[in-house]
């Protein structure tokens, strides 16, 4: 009876085993569950942007060349201390100086290229004076003569076309220019009674601007940039006169020119610089 009864237990338990190796075969194998996207935004140069520059002004052309004077009357005629030199034929004076304002502008890209418009404003201390002397000679007393010519302040509305290398943009602008000058010009000659010619003129002039710059996106929504402009206002014409010593109406006309080069840095805060999210798996 005990064989009988370890028999049966043994064959239950067999039976229990492939019972449960069957029911575990036939459970659903675990779904797959694939990992989520990693989300990136794309930098973009699209959009508006705001920004403070800063920078000097170099070269340009000598401004303040003769250009007319009196020949007549007699009593009048420059011609004698044009020819000795009492009278300059140049005074040489440069724009150079420094400058500093704010830009905004705006972008559009399509593909690595870049289309934009910017619009600037600077107060600027561009200028100079140049004095001549002259000693005496040729039957002319002696004189000393001073030009000015100073630029207070210039914008430009311009546009711009860049290539763009990921958050580097190289481009290129061009566009209007306007600002103040003021000329000056003074042929003082000893004695006074020989000649006290002064005269000056202040104008808003009307020009273009040109160059080239670089920009670079160096954390989300911001870029430096350096850039170079070369910047004309035309050219101003200034009488002087000497209508005490001379009432007749003797004149020297000089020609001064508003031209010069620019290298400025600047930094800008980008308003829309992230643009469509893209998915990597």
Same mark, same amino acid.
């Given at each position: 009876?005990?064989?009988?009864?370890?028999?049966?237990?043994?064959?239950?338990?067999?039976?229990?085993?492939?019972?449960?190796?069957?029911?575990?075969?036939?459970?659903?194998?675990?779904?797959?569950?694939?990992?989520?996207?990693?989300?990136?935004?794309?930098?973009?140069?699209?959009?508006?942007?705001?920004?403070?520059?800063?920078?000097?002004?170099?070269?340009?052309?000598?401004?303040?060349?003769?250009?007319?004077?009196?020949?007549?009357?007699?009593?009048?005629?420059?011609?004698?201390?044009?020819?000795?030199?009492?009278?300059?034929?140049?005074?040489?004076?440069?724009?150079?100086?420094?400058?500093?304002?704010?830009?905004?502008?705006?972008?559009?890209?399509?593909?690595?290229?870049?289309?934009? /418009?910017?619009? #600037?404003?600077?107060?600027? =201390?561009?200028?100079?004076?140049?004095?001549?002397? !002259? @000693? *005496? %000679?040729?039957?002319?007393?002696?004189?000393?003569?001073?030009?000015?010519?100073?630029?207070?302040?210039?914008?430009?509305?311009?546009?711009?076309?860049?290539?763009?290398?990921?958050?580097?943009?190289?481009?290129?602008?061009?566009?209007?220019?306007?600002?103040?000058?003021?000329?000056?010009?003074?042929?003082?000659?000893?004695?006074?009674?020989?000649?006290?010619?002064?005269?000056?003129?202040?104008?808003?002039?009307?020009?273009?601007?040109?160059?080239?710059?670089?920009?670079?996106?160096?954390?989300?929504?911001?870029?430096?940039?350096?850039?170079? /402009?070369?910047? #004309?206002?035309?050219?101003? =014409?200034?009488?002087?006169?000497?209508?005490?010593? !001379? @009432? *007749? %109406?003797?004149?020297?006309?000089?020609?001064?020119?508003?031209?010069?080069?620019?290298?400025?840095?600047?930094?800008?805060?980008?308003?829309?610089?992230?643009?469509?999210?893209?998915?990597?798996?």
């Amino acid at each position: 009876m005990k064989k009988v009864l370890l028999s049966t237990a043994v064959a239950l338990v067999g039976i229990a085993t492939v019972a449960g190796s069957a029911s575990a075969a036939d459970l659903a194998a675990r779904p797959y569950t694939k990992a989520p996207p990693i989300v990136e935004p794309i930098f973009t140069w699209t959009g508006w942007y705001i920004g403070v520059n800063g920078g000097g002004s170099f070269g340009g052309s000598s401004t303040g060349k003769l250009a007319a004077f009196s020949t007549a009357p007699a009593g009048n005629d420059f011609t004698p201390a044009v020819a000795a030199g009492g009278t300059p034929r140049a005074l040489g004076v440069k724009h150079n100086g420094g400058f500093g304002g704010g830009q905004i502008g705006y972008n559009w890209q399509t593909g690595p290229w870049v289309w934009g /418009l910017e619009t #600037d404003i600077q107060g600027a =201390s561009i200028g100079s004076a140049s004095t001549v002397v !002259f @000693p *005496g %000679g040729g039957g002319i007393v002696p004189s000393v003569s001073t030009g000015r010519d100073r630029i207070d302040w210039f914008g430009t509305f311009r546009g711009r076309v860049g290539y763009a290398a990921d958050r580097v943009l190289f481009y290129a602008t061009g566009g209007l220019a306007y600002g103040e000058a003021k000329s000056s010009i003074s042929n003082i000659y000893t004695p006074n009674t020989a000649g006290v010619f002064v005269g000056s003129k202040s104008d808003t002039r009307v020009g273009w601007a040109a160059g080239a710059g670089i920009e670079w996106a160096f954390l989300p929504g911001w870029s430096l940039k350096g850039e170079y /402009l070369h910047v #004309d206002l035309g050219r101003t =014409s200034v009488n002087a006169t000497d209508p005490i010593n !001379f @009432p *007749g %109406g003797a004149f020297a006309t000089y020609r001064f020119k508003h031209d010069f080069d620019s290298a400025r840095v600047g930094i800008n805060y980008h308003f829309n610089s992230l643009g469509p999210i893209l998915a990597k798996y």
